[in-house]
């Protein structure tokens, strides 16, 4: 299994950024697939996450009407739209998936929300 994550950047506060997790090697179409982000000297906490099997979606408290994960089947692709972005969501984000009982990391990538 093999997870790319790409669109982290700079953005100014009540600014918008898209986070792209490309996911390929599953031998199953039932998995969780999702972020989580570490802020320096946090620990790691799960930000949202969406369910291939019925399209189920899980956010953390803190990004509740700001934050949106989405599927393309097509592309393999889970995407994180967020926005009304706040310095505190500065971290950098995971792509991660859950299959079974197996847990998939990609690299990370650098959101910072700053003025």
């Known amino acids: 299994v093999q997870l790319q994550a790409f669109g982290g950047g700079l953005v100014q506060p009540g600014g918008s950024l898209r986070l792209s997790c490309a996911a390929s090697?599953?031998?199953?179409?039932?998995?969780?697939i999702g972020w989580f982000r570490q802020a320096p000297g946090k620990e790691r906490e799960g930000v949202s996450c969406i369910s291939t099997s019925d399209g189920s979606t899980y956010y953390a408290d803190s990004v509740k009407g700001r934050f949106t994960i989405s599927r393309d089947n097509a592309k393999n692709t889970v995407y994180l739209q967020m926005n009304s972005l706040k310095p505190e969501d500065t971290a950098v984000y995971y792509c991660t998936a859950l299959v079974r009982v197996t847990s998939y990391w990609g690299q990370g990538t650098q959101v910072t929300v700053s003025s």
């Open positions: 090697g599953f031998t199953t179409d039932d998995y969780a």
